[in-house]
Structure formats: structure tokens, C-alpha cells
């Protein structure tokens, strides 16, 4: 096989793992310029609040980071732009002479689902529940501002979902969420009570959202994970993942119209 079929064989498979991620987690609004989308949270996530350049670039490269920006400061954000291999460089030099910061970004890595037996305890509600909403964000101590912009974005899943949680001593300890599409599962949201953490709970909670992805039709599953992160790179490498490419951010601070 050529270089090239090769590299655009790797392509396809990077804009198909955004594109399923991006219908996995909507944002609260999209729009569309040529072929980038532009999605749009309130400010909750860089991913829900980046301009994901996907299908080519267009010929006024320019004119179209413009037009983003624009976008943005109109809704008093700033202009993110999420960047994978499969953005050609041109775009990643524009953003730098206009003075965008990298960012880091994460490791999209898959892994088989073959094979994975069921976890014993392991709850999967197929809707979301304030319960696991508010667990979410006690475990990942983030600002309760944010909790009814979450509440909005999981709700507009259109795709089969599994809010997967493991209790300790009644109360959740471990929680995350899979999301079924095709012959896909995501994984996303994985948190454990840090009081809790080198007991299992990890590796237990991520076994059983892979089970349940299979049982909807999942051959293989994907997930985000920080390259920063030893204690859950170990555990997916142990569970068979493995990078597939690495993604960045570019951001550039909210301008004045």
C-alpha cells in the first residue's frame, strides 16, 4: 500500500472518530462554515466551544478564520480552533502569525470491545438522572454554573447512551458515559472519588461500559484521555487501547467587534 492511500486511510478514520464524538457530546448549538463546524456551549468545554475544521479547507483561509472569530466574539467567546493530523499545516501557521496560543489537547485512542464479560453492580441508566449529573461534577469538583449547561448537552444525545455508575456505600464512587453509534462506542465523562482511586473502580467502571457497548452493536470504542494523565493511560493500555492520533487546541483570546 502507497504512502499516500495510507495517509488518507488515517484521515478518514480521524474525521470519522470526530465527527461520531462530536454527534456523541452535541453542543448546545452548531453552525457551519464551508466545512468547518463551529460549535457553540456557553463556555463548558473547549470541545463543545471550538470550530472543528473537518471537511477541507476553504479557499479564502482568511476570510473564513475571520469569519469565526466573528462568530465568537459575537457570542463573547473566544475562537478556539480544535486541530487533528488531519488539518493541513497551512491553517496551523495562520492561527500562529494571528497570535493563537496551542494548547493541549488529548490522545484519541481505540480499542476491541471482542470478548468483554459484564461487570457485577455496575449500574447503566439509558437516560440521564440528576443523580449522575450531580455526582459528575462533586467527583470532577467542577463549578455548579456549569451543571445546567451539562444537564442541556446530554440531553440533546440522539444516539443510544449508557450513564454507567458504581456505588460505595450508597453513594456513587466512579461514573462515566458510553455512547453508542454504529459500530462505535464512546467513552466519556470516566471520574472516580479520588478517596477511592487504585481500588478497581476505574478499571471495573470502563469494562462495563465496554460490555454494554458491545451488547448495542459496538465492534470497537474510542476515548479522549490526557496525555498528562499516567494512572489512566496504564489502565486503558491494559484494557487493549491504543492512540490512534493526537489532537490540539489553538486558541485566540475574545476580540472586540
Known amino acids: ?26 453542543a448546545q448549538r452548531t ?5 468547518w463546524v463551529l460549535r457553540f456551549s ?15 479547507m476553504p479557499d479564502d483561509l482568511l476570510g473564513a478564520v475571520v469569519a469565526c472569530e466573528t462568530r465568537y466574539a459575537a457570542h463573547g467567546l ?20 494571528r497570535g493563537y496560543a496551542q494548547e493541549a489537547g488529548a490522545s484519541v485512542q481505540v ?6 464479560t459484564a461487570v457485577e453492580g455496575l449500574e447503566i441508566a439509558p437516560a440521564l438522572t440528576e443523580e449522575w449529573l450531580a455526582a459528575y461534577f462533586r467527583l470532577n469538583e467542577r463549578p455548579l454554573a456549569y451543571l445546567p449547561i451539562m444537564r442541556d448537552m446530554l440531553t440533546r444525545i440522539p444516539c443510544p447512551a449508557g450513564f454507567a455508575a458504581l456505588r460505595h456505600d450508597g453513594r456513587i464512587a466512579a461514573l462515566g458515559l458510553g455512547v453508542a453509534d454504529g459500530d462505535h462506542v464512546g467513552l466519556f465523562d470516566i471520574a472516580t472519588d479520588p478517596t477511592l482511586r487504585r481500588q478497581g473502580l476505574g478499571r471495573q467502571l470502563v469494562h462495563g461500559i465496554l ?3 458491545a451488547a448495542a452493536g459496538a465492534a470497537q470504542a474510542y476515548l479522549q484521555v490526557l496525555p498528562t494523565n499516567t494512572p ?5 493500555a491494559q484494557l487493549g487501547f491504543a492512540e490512534v492520533y493526537p489532537y490540539t487546541y489553538f486558541t485566540r483570546p475574545n476580540a472586540p467587534l
Do not use: D
Not at 111 to 116: K, M, P, Q
Open 42 to 56: 456557553a463556555g463548558f468545554t473547549r470541545r463543545g466551544n471550538a470550530v472543528h475544521p473537518l471537511y477541507g
Open 111 to 116: 480499542a476491541s470491545v471482542r470478548g468483554v
Open 78 to 97: 473566544p475562537t478556539i480552533f480544535k486541530l487533528t493530523p488531519a488539518v493541513p499545516p497551512a491553517l496551523e501557521a495562520l492561527l500562529r502569525e
Open 211 to 213: 460490555h454494554w457497548g
Open 232 to 236: 489512566a493511560l496504564n489502565l486503558y
Open 31 to 35: 453552525a457551519y462554515l464551508g466545512g
Open 1 to 26: 500500500m502507497s504512502e499516500n492511500v495510507t495517509t488518507t486511510a488515517i484521515w478518514k478514520q480521524i474525521n470519522h472518530l470526530e465527527a461520531i464524538s462530536m454527534t456523541a457530546l452535541p
